[in-house]
């Protein structure tokens, strides 16, 4: 599948030079009007918080499967949604404080709503070409869409490839996000100079999960990968076309995959994937410390479960300021990333994560005894 596409991705990389911004294109008309209208409303209603969005890329899926990225997305908001309650969940209200657990969610959440009200209004606007059966791709810049994307989407249309449109897709939504979030100065002195250098450098912290349930065996498990510099532009590109690999690589699990984001609606809590590990409701007795007593990957239940709550029940929905604006796309140079096929990731990650559990617990624990101390 991939290396047929090679071929498709170097003609397009030759057809790009095309692409000069139309600027003769005849005016819009008011039923384009009114199909703006109701992509922009139709996404402000889905961009209330994590689950909303989460959901919302995974029902699109569901209706346009050759639309790969939807599914991407989907897996990949659901760990914003667990990274969110981890800062309410077992361990990290005890390494953190009050000041840093708002600011790491404001980080995740300010970055998964500007990528979904510019990604969203792309899908809907997609799924309004089928219905009409013609392409209206010339309404992107309307809805405030960069001018990479559009030689994509037509091109898409044409010849159907999804690796070209992802690829296109994360490049341009981490483009996107790199100006207004990750060099915010803001975002950059409260978060990633601080609590998650902090994070990183304690524990494999940025890992992204893709859960999928074995029909013989009847377990969870998960494959995924991890990006060791989250400031780093290149590296988050990178991770998410070898998730993308990783994802569409091997078919029976895909399947397996997708049936398990279906019989799990996204909460935010981790017991969505692991219910044997991980609960809801707080096991623990209040001012105690939870210990794990064997390797969370021995998917026995041993000891009391770790508190992961659902997102609604610990973070309040967030009003977001108006997204900044200005296009990213400012030459082709970012087509490169297009063409460039890096090395694939094994998705071996679930020791890793179990490994991360048990830092972080012992490092709870270890806290708490100072504490105590004192």
């Not at 984001?261 to 707080?282: C, E, I, Q, Y």
Request: glycine content about 2%; some cysteine.
């Amino acid at each position: 599948m991939f290396k047929s596409a090679k071929k498709q991705l170097n003609m397009l990389a030759r057809q790009l030079k095309l692409s000069i911004p139309h600027n003769n294109e005849s005016p819009i008309t008011d039923q384009d009007k009114e199909t703006l209208s109701v992509i922009r409303a139709e996404t402000e209603k889905l961009n209330q918080n994590n689950v909303t969005r989460t959901q919302a890329y995974f029902d699109f899926f569901q209706k346009h499967n050759e639309i790969h990225w939807a599914l991407l997305a989907h897996l990949v908001s659901r760990n914003a949604g667990w990274n969110m309650t981890d800062l309410k969940g077992e361990y990290l209200p005890m390494l953190l404080n009050q000041t840093e657990q708002n600011n790491f969610f404001c980080f995740l959440e300010r970055g998964n709503w500007l990528i979904f009200q510019d990604a969203y209004p792309q899908l809907l606007l997609y799924e309004k070409s089928k219905e009409t059966s013609q392409p209206l791709f010339y309404l992107l810049s309307e809805l405030k869409v960069s001018s990479f994307m559009r030689p994509f989407w037509e091109n898409f249309w044409l010849h159907r490839n999804s690796l070209e449109l992802t690829f296109a897709l994360i490049i341009n939504e981490q483009q996107y996000i790199e100006k207004r979030v990750i060099q915010n100065k803001l975002y950059k002195e409260t978060v990633l100079d601080t609590i998650l250098f902090k994070l990183q450098d304690l524990f494999d912290f940025n890992l992204i999960l893709f859960p999928y349930t074995t029909p013989l065996q009847k377990k969870t498990k998960v494959v995924g990968g991890t990006v060791h510099h989250f400031s780093s532009l290149e590296d988050r590109i990178n991770l998410g076309k070898g998730l993308y690999n990783l994802l569409f690589s091997v078919k029976t699990r895909l399947a397996q995959t997708i049936d398990w984001a279906d019989m799990n609606p996204h909460t935010g809590s981790r017991k969505d994937f692991w219910p044997h590990l991980f609960n809801d409701v707080k096991e623990t007795a209040p001012g105690s410390m939870h210990e794990i007593h064997n390797s969370p990957c021995s998917l026995q239940v041993k000891s009391l479960r770790i508190y992961s709550p659902s997102l609604t029940l610990v973070w309040k929905d967030w009003v977001h300021e108006k997204a900044e604006a200005g296009d990213w796309y400012k030459n082709k140079k970012a087509h490169n990333w297009i063409k460039k096929h890096d090395k694939e990731l094994n998705g071996d990650i679930q020791e890793t994560y179990c490994h991360m559990i048990e830092q972080l617990e012992m490092a709870a624990y270890t806290k708490h005894l100072l504490f105590n101390k004192n």
